[in-house]
């Protein structure tokens, strides 16, 4: 397939692995994409369900030689004198294989082949038969084994090498994309800083420029992407257990994880929005709580994000209730109540218990909500 083909064909990474797992493990899954859009983490977040959790075992083709992957060839000997040549598979073929002990025979597994195409060929040319008949040497591996791998494609510049056709004609593929709405959920459920979801939902283009660097050849090497968003979090929080890092710091270290460009604009942002109206004082009193001046746009996707992020951590009904009571106020604009609105729908389908549930439906502001924004529920599919 040509690239306008894979472009037409292209889904988020979350929505390739739903139709993955639906289809169960018999044929062998590749996923295309460029780096940092979350392949790895994705395939890590829809197989450890709890309501039907895989052991994952990750697979770094690019680092392996090719007898980590189809095994060590040694002579088997009887009375000294040797009689058959056997395979000595890795220890994660032996785990999801037929000859596994009872008590991994019933586990389900994924082996995940991170960056399969920075490999070389003979250590792609190992995969031919794990991809094509599910065997590594003298090993079959199981019926409830997925075979999965990711990789960048090679006008990525990435140091990936051309797939053989025969390993290629072994797997179905799929072409993965960035996702705004869908990363901004996965964020929110996986707590990175409010500031950042507030930042890309104000400038959604700003979540991967990695193609643009691709475009311009340019020398930086720092860039956006949902990885180094990650890792733009975890380093303010380090910095403040509570996320609200401002100043110079703030800025260096954006440059550093997400390039000059967007690391300026997000320090820029970041620094003005020391205005927004905590989550606490919020929840405490929704009817009088402050609301910030329409003008001050920055400040309100702030404190609409860290509110979002409170009511998520807290799982909470009374802390949600109080949240819609808030930005159902007039004077809040309905952009701003849409987000809530999705974030209480989200967390009403996924985490609350039954009693929770019927809660929710007799809430006086559940029921509000809905009135006001669930037409634009239905048609996000919420």
Same mark, same amino acid.
């Given at each position: 397939?040509?690239?306008?083909?894979?472009?037409?064909?292209?889904?988020n990474?979350?929505?390739i692995?739903?139709?993955?797992?639906?289809?169960?493990?018999?044929?062998a899954?590749?996923?295309?994409?460029?780096?940092?859009? =979350?392949?790895?983490?994705?395939t890590?977040?829809?197989?450890?369900?709890?309501?039907?959790?895989?052991?994952?075992?990750?697979?770094l083709?690019?680092?392996?030689?090719?007898?980590?992957?189809?095994?060590?060839?040694?002579?088997?000997?009887?009375?000294?004198?040797?009689?058959?040549?056997?395979?000595?598979?890795?220890?994660?073929?032996?785990?999801?294989?037929?000859?596994?002990?009872?008590?991994?025979?019933?586990?389900?597994?994924?082996?995940?082949?991170?960056?399969?195409?920075?490999?070389?060929?003979?250590?792609?040319?190992?995969?031919?038969k794990?991809?094509?008949?599910?065997?590594?040497?003298?090993?079959?591996?199981?019926?409830?084994v997925?075979?999965?791998?990711?990789?960048?494609?090679?006008?990525?510049?990435?140091?990936?090498?051309?797939?053989?056709?025969?390993?290629?004609?072994?797997?179905?593929?799929?072409?993965?994309?960035?996702?705004?709405?869908?990363?901004?959920?996965?964020?929110?459920?996986?707590?990175?800083?409010?500031?950042?979801?507030a930042?890309?939902?104000?400038?959604?283009?700003?979540?991967?420029?990695?193609?643009?660097?691709?475009?311009?050849?340019?020398?930086?090497?720092?860039?956006?992407?949902?990885?180094?968003?990650?890792m733009?979090?975890?380093?303010?929080?380090?910095?403040?257990?509570? =996320?609200?890092?401002? =100043?110079?710091?703030?800025?260096?270290?954006?440059?550093?994880?997400?390039?000059s460009?967007?690391?300026?604009?997000?320090?820029?942002?970041?620094?003005?929005?020391?205005?927004?109206?905590?989550?606490?004082?919020?929840?405490?009193?929704?009817?009088?709580a402050?609301?910030?001046?329409?003008?001050?746009?920055?400040?309100l996707?702030?404190?609409?994000?860290?509110?979002?992020?409170?009511?998520?951590?807290?799982?909470?009904?009374?802390?949600?209730?109080?949240?819609?009571?808030?930005?159902?106020?007039?004077?809040?604009?309905?952009?701003?109540?849409?987000?809530?609105?999705?974030?209480?729908?989200?967390?009403?389908?996924?985490?609350?218990?039954?009693?929770?549930?019927?809660?929710?439906?007799?809430?006086?502001?559940f029921?509000?909500?809905?009135?006001?924004?669930?037409?634009?529920?239905?048609?996000?599919?919420t």
């Amino acid at each position: 397939m040509g690239t306008a083909g894979q472009e037409i064909c292209q889904q988020n990474v979350s929505e390739i692995l739903d139709i993955v797992y639906r289809l169960g493990p018999e044929f062998a899954t590749m996923i295309w994409g460029p780096p940092g859009i =979350g392949k790895t983490e994705a395939t890590k977040a829809v197989f450890s369900r709890k309501e039907d959790p895989h052991e994952i075992v990750l697979v770094l083709a690019g680092c392996s030689e090719p007898t980590d992957i189809s095994g060590v060839p040694f002579e088997y000997k009887h009375k000294g004198e040797a009689v058959a040549t056997r395979i000595l598979a890795p220890i994660w073929a032996y785990h999801a294989s037929t000859e596994a002990p009872p008590e991994w025979q019933k586990k389900k597994m994924v082996i995940f082949f991170d960056d399969i195409v920075t490999g070389h060929e003979q250590t792609q040319a190992a995969c031919f038969k794990v991809f094509g008949e599910k065997k590594v040497g003298n090993l079959q591996l199981r019926d409830n084994v997925y075979i999965i791998a990711a990789g960048n494609r090679v006008e990525d510049k990435s140091a990936a090498f051309e797939m053989p056709m025969a390993l290629a004609n072994r797997m179905k593929h799929y072409y993965a994309k960035t996702d705004v709405d869908s990363w901004l959920e996965w964020a929110i459920d996986n707590h990175i800083n409010p500031l950042i979801t507030a930042f890309i939902r104000r400038m959604p283009q700003c979540l991967n420029t990695f193609a643009e660097v691709v475009k311009l050849a340019a020398a930086e090497k720092a860039f956006a992407t949902p990885r180094t968003w990650e890792m733009m979090s975890k380093a303010m929080y380090k910095m403040d257990p509570k =996320g609200g890092v401002a =100043g110079e710091w703030l800025y260096k270290t954006a440059v550093g994880c997400i390039g000059s460009g967007v690391g300026i604009a997000f320090s820029a942002f970041a620094n003005n929005t020391t205005k927004l109206i905590a989550p606490e004082v919020i929840c405490k009193d929704p009817a009088n709580a402050p609301i910030p001046p329409k003008t001050e746009v920055d400040v309100l996707y702030a404190t609409i994000s860290a509110l979002e992020h409170h009511i998520n951590i807290e799982e909470n009904w009374n802390k949600w209730s109080k949240a819609l009571q808030y930005v159902l106020r007039p004077e809040l604009e309905a952009e701003f109540g849409l987000l809530i609105a999705k974030m209480a729908t989200i967390i009403a389908l996924s985490k609350l218990s039954e009693a929770d549930r019927v809660k929710a439906a007799k809430n006086k502001y559940f029921k509000l909500m809905y009135a006001e924004y669930g037409s634009y529920l239905a048609n996000s599919g919420t």
